[in-house]
Each structure stands twice: as C-alpha cells, then as structure tokens.
C-alpha cells in the first residue's frame, strides 16, 4: 500500500512533469501543494529529497521554485518509491535493498511463504520496475486496464 507521503510525492511530480520542458519557469512549493491538492508543510521535505536524488531542481529567488531535473520518461517508479518509502519486498527476506533473514526462519530454501511471496513480489516488481513517471502522467482520462472487477473500497 502507498503511504500517504508518498501518494504526496507522486501528485506533485505529476504536476511538475505535467510542466516539463527543458525551459520550464519553476513553479512555487504552494502552487504545487495546490494543484496537487498536498499540504506544503509535508511537500517541503519531500521535494527535498527528490531534489537530493536528482529527479528535482530548484531555482532561488523571487521566481524560484521546483521543476523536474530530467524527462518524466527517465524516471523510474520504482526507485521513487524506494526513495520515498523504502523497501518494497513483502518480506526482509526477499528485499533487494534492505535484505535480512528472518528471525523465525529455519531454512530459507525451504520456506514456503517465501517461495509463494517471492514469485508475487517478482512478477510486481518486473511491471513496477518497467513503469516511469511518464506513464502517470500519461494516464490521465485513460481506463486502468486489467483493473479487478472487485470494488476496491471494500476490498
């Protein structure tokens, strides 16, 4: 499940990578917190640390602000992810970042929610990992195709 701090994050470099250009003026910390409908307290740390990992630039000054750093197509949703929420495995044991063995794990060879969990969160990270932050930008009035027929409200 996607953190608050993240759905933030995602929202304004949406609307930042809806302005991309390589000419791009930059736009203020509270006009990105309202188009992206985010408080500004909490956009102001997390833009920080886009900007930290390169995906962001600010400028200073009177017409300051943020802007991407590079094309939405060049940035992966799976490292903004990771840099925003951290490991993605559903178990330590699988992560491919943050690796620790389980505490209550005989034998990971053996382990049978580790087999079952590993192939789930491959198969994930195999479209996560092929997914850019054009391809959110890119989905606005688009059906979501493949979607579950369940409800996710009461799912």
Not at 36 to 64: C, N, T, Y
Not at 100 to 119: G, P
Request: proline residues 6%; glycine residues 6%.
């Amino acid at each position: 499940m996607l953190t608050q701090k993240m759905k933030y994050a995602l929202k304004a470099l949406i609307v930042l990578a809806d302005e991309y250009d390589d000419q791009a003026k930059p736009l203020q910390i509270e006009e990105i917190a309202r188009r992206a409908g985010a408080p500004r307290r909490f956009l102001e740390h997390i833009l920080l640390d886009l900007r930290k990992e390169g995906v962001l630039v600010s400028v200073r000054g009177r017409s300051g602000g943020y802007r991407m750093a590079r094309e939405p197509a060049t940035v992966p949703l799976e490292a903004l992810l990771r840099r925003i929420d951290g490991p993605l495995a559903p178990l330590p044991c699988l992560s491919r970042t943050a690796y620790q063995k389980c505490e209550d794990c005989r034998d990971e060879a053996e382990c049978r929610l580790r087999r079952v969990f590993a192939e789930v969160f491959w198969s994930y990270l195999l479209l996560l990992e092929s997914l850019t932050l054009a391809d959110l930008v890119g989905a606005a009035g688009v059906p979501m195709r493949g979607m579950l027929s369940a409800d996710p409200v009461t799912s």
